[in-house]
């Protein structure tokens, strides 16, 4: 009886809290309107006439409580209807959304004492928002059992499970992927204090593991791999499928969804997630059933397909469509003064990054973290087994900036918050979890071959192909040396004597009218095809065809190596000085030596592949400052081999077994998927896998998540 009064007491009590924090919450929000109104002109609460302070207070607490109260509830209705709206234009619209609400209020107070102007309207609203959300927050933070009832509200959840009368429930897993930060960029980063989050997590015992990437060290290749076992075919982030006549892109829906396919029906699994796995921000589903902002679904229509309603669960509170807006502004702003800043002190190498990129990169960084971030929060508060998330912040900023500086450093301190954001939810979800962090990749820097040449691998192609070129290139020293190559392997073709059964043996293998080569750049991998050849073209067919091009590639100081079929010795590597050396003898020294081990293997394995470029060029290495040229306007770069792009991370909690055996290495994606796979079985039992299937979507289930700028008090066991 006694236990059963104080809980009732108890109980009691915490019901009274909640009715105090609503007034709390309306004083806060009177007195900012007061305030607001007496510091903007077109803002005002009085009638013509002028009222006494006290109608003033009152009519301030009827707005501020008229507002409130339609932001709770038409606020997610309007979100919801907004889901059809590009996310970009989302956030911005969460500015106007909420200035109308501010409007409706003031209408609705009696006697039309309050008034304001659209434009001021919308900066009201933006801060009584967000002095309502931080308010509330740090009332409820500074209640520990407040603030775990407030997650739970957020996720639709009540109370946490109690231990007393459920058996302890098995750890969840969740992957957290920093898109593009290399091994020793993390551990920089730990070692100038940029990431302290990380950094106590050594201390405390967790791994730090370095593991290789695939040849294409590219994202769409490494995360293939990594959720669903296989990255079989996938020989770059773009490239031209002469079957279908289609061109493949890693990041395009359609690219995806196929990708997707054929993972799952070389494995027969669905994938990593398939088991109560959630899956968010990824090119990639995993299997998961809980899918938000996943491009391999994006494409679908229909009830079935949730990818969006991660924006909905994020926007529909509108403090966190307000404080997302304003970061937003900001990191557009950041981005504008960091370029200005790196022309004005002619920093090089530097590529330009003006135009939409300021845009982009803000999306990238604020509000594709906030809302994944936020997804993420809510998954562990709900309790799924095990969810795998992208943060695409660093790879966005560094392929402009470059791997490493004050522009990436600045990201790098962002993403640690995060983390240590979703380390402290974590105290409060209903069962245990592993936070494991991993990359998919690193970048190496390096001028771009455009700068460093004078043209591009398209333009060096058409030349060595005697093909016509811009004027700017036929000027350049590499231009020429290529044209000049080509008309004299032309010359060479015609006055040499051809009998009868090779010309013949010509025509029969190569048709009369030759198309343009496709030339596609993966960073610093090059892909070259010919549309117009149904199979992979030869050696001896591309020379017998343009004399000059495989010379011209092989011999241009900015390309390491060539990879091209062989009719005699089956495949072969190309590389300067007449290096020739057949696939099958391939090892880690000749011209492959610069790129570290395990590149001879690399090739031979995409050597196999059906979708194997005609010609695949990986540019020039440079081991001692660790550049490489990318074939595409990037001076940070990842893609081929060379240099840290190759060289991913991978830090788990002391609680899971070691990756590999003391003194072994870790090697390509897919083996990095049998490894997460393993810990999965560690932390929640074997897990059965599942046939291939189409990804699905349960019932709707309204995730309303928190913030990742909120105001959160670090719990005292973090």
């Known amino acids: 009886m006694g236990d059963g009064r104080g809980g009732g007491a108890g109980r009691w009590r915490t019901a009274g809290r909640a009715p105090a924090r609503v007034v709390v919450v309306w004083a806060v929000s009177t007195l900012t309107m007061l305030l607001l109104a007496g510091l903007l002109p077109d803002f005002q609460l009085q009638s013509t006439d002028g009222d006494s302070l006290t109608r003033t207070a009152l009519t301030a607490a009827w707005g501020a409580g008229a507002f409130g109260l339609l932001g709770a509830l038409v606020w997610p209705l309007a979100v919801r209807a907004l889901l059809l709206v590009p996310a970009l234009v989302l956030g911005l619209l969460g500015f106007f959304l909420n200035g109308s609400l501010l409007l409706v209020a003031l209408w609705l107070i009696p006697d039309g004492r309050g008034a304001a102007d659209p434009e001021t309207a919308v900066v009201v609203?933006?801060?009584?928002?967000?002095?309502?959300?931080?308010?509330?927050?740090?009332?409820?933070?500074?209640?520990?059992?407040?603030?775990?009832?407030?997650?739970?509200?957020?996720?639709?959840?009540?109370?946490?499970?109690?231990?007393?009368?459920?058996?302890?429930?098995?750890?969840?897993?969740?992957?957290?992927?920093?898109?593009?930060?290399?091994?020793?960029?993390?551990?920089?980063?730990?070692?100038?204090?940029?990431?302290?989050?990380?950094?106590?997590?050594?201390?405390a015992g967790h791994r730090l593991t370095p593991w290789r990437t695939d040849w294409s060290s590219q994202t769409g290749a490494s995360q293939l791999g990594i959720l669903h076992g296989s990255n079989h075919d996938v020989p770059a982030f773009r490239w031209y499928e002469k079957d279908t006549g289609r061109l493949m892109v890693s990041n395009r829906p359609a690219s995806a969804v196929e990708l997707q396919r054929r993972a799952v029906r070389r494995t027969g699994d669905g994938g990593l997630l398939t088991l109560d796995g959630a899956s968010r921000g990824n090119l990639f589903s995993g299997g998961a059933d809980q899918v938000a902002l996943v491009l391999s679904t994006a494409a679908r229509r229909g009830p079935r397909n949730r990818s969006r309603a991660g924006y909905f669960a994020y926007f529909s509170d509108p403090a966190n469509a307000v404080r997302t807006a304003g970061s937003f502004a900001a990191e557009c702003v950041r981005e504008m003064y960091q370029s200005a800043r790196a022309r004005l002190r002619r920093e090089t190498p530097r590529v330009s990054r003006g135009g939409a990129y300021p845009f982009l990169r803000a999306f990238a960084t604020v509000v594709e973290r906030d809302v994944v971030v936020a997804a993420v929060m809510g998954d562990m508060l709900a309790g799924r087994t095990a969810v795998y998330a992208d943060l695409v912040a660093y790879d966005e900023v560094a392929h402009h900036s470059g791997p490493q500086g004050r522009d990436t450093d600045q990201v790098l301190r962002r993403l640690d918050r995060a983390i240590g954001l979703i380390a402290t939810v974590a105290e409060h979800a209903p069962r245990p979890y592993r936070i494991v962090l991993l990359s998919d990749h690193g970048q190496s820097p390096g001028e771009t071959f455009e700068s460093a040449y004078g043209l591009t691998l398209k333009d060096l192609v058409r030349a060595g192909c005697g093909l016509p070129v811009p004027r700017r290139v036929r000027r350049t020293r590499s231009g020429?040396?290529?044209?000049?190559?080509?008309?004299?392997?032309?010359?060479?073709?015609?006055?040499?004597?051809?009998?009868?059964?090779?010309?013949?043996?010509?025509?029969?293998?190569?048709?009369?009218?030759?198309?343009?080569?496709?030339?596609?750049?993966?960073?610093?991998?090059?892909?070259?095809?010919?549309?117009?050849v149904p199979h992979r073209m030869t050696r001896e067919e591309i020379e017998r065809r343009h004399p000059a091009l495989l010379r011209t590639l092989a011999h241009h100081p900015g390309i390491g190596f060539l990879l091209v079929a062989s009719a005699e010795h089956g495949s072969v590597v190309l590389a300067g000085d007449g290096v020739e050396i057949p696939v099958a003898e391939l090892t880690d020294e000749g011209p492959?030596?610069?790129?570290?081990?395990?590149?001879?293997?690399?090739?031979?394995?995409?050597?196999?592949?059906?979708?194997?470029?005609?010609?695949?060029?990986?540019s020039m290495y440079d081991p001692a400052t660790g550049a490489v040229h990318a074939f595409e306007e990037q001076i940070g770069s990842h893609g081929g081999l060379g240099g840290a792009q190759s060289r991913a991370f991978l830090l788990s909690p002391p609680e899971l077994s070691p990756p590999v055996a003391e003194g072994e290495e870790l090697v390509g994606a897919e083996r990095v998927h049998r490894v997460l796979r393993r810990w999965l079985r560690e932390c929640a039992g074997p897990q059965v896998p599942l046939a291939p299937m189409e990804d699905s979507s349960s019932g709707a289930e309204a995730e309303q998540l928190l913030p990742v700028d909120g105001v959160v008090t670090p719990d005292k066991n973090q």
């Open 592 to 618: 492959l030596a610069v790129f570290g081990p395990g590149a001879a293997a690399a090739v031979r394995r995409t050597d196999g592949f059906p979708h194997v470029a005609d010609v695949m060029v990986n």
């Open 125 to 203: 609203a933006a801060v009584m928002s967000a002095v309502a959300s931080a308010t509330a927050t740090a009332l409820a933070v500074r209640d520990d059992e407040a603030y775990r009832r407030r997650l739970y509200r957020l996720t639709g959840r009540t109370r946490p499970r109690d231990p007393r009368s459920t058996p302890a429930p098995d750890a969840g897993t969740v992957f957290l992927q920093l898109d593009g930060v290399g091994y020793d960029v993390l551990r920089d980063a730990v070692a100038d204090g940029l990431m302290p989050t990380v950094a106590g997590w050594l201390a």
């Open 480 to 532: 020429s040396e290529a044209r000049d190559a080509a008309e004299e392997a032309l010359r060479g073709a015609l006055h040499r004597p051809v009998d009868e059964g090779e010309e013949k043996e010509r025509e029969r293998e190569l048709p009369a009218r030759p198309s343009e080569p496709v030339v596609l750049a993966s960073g610093n991998l090059g892909l070259i095809s010919f549309p117009d």
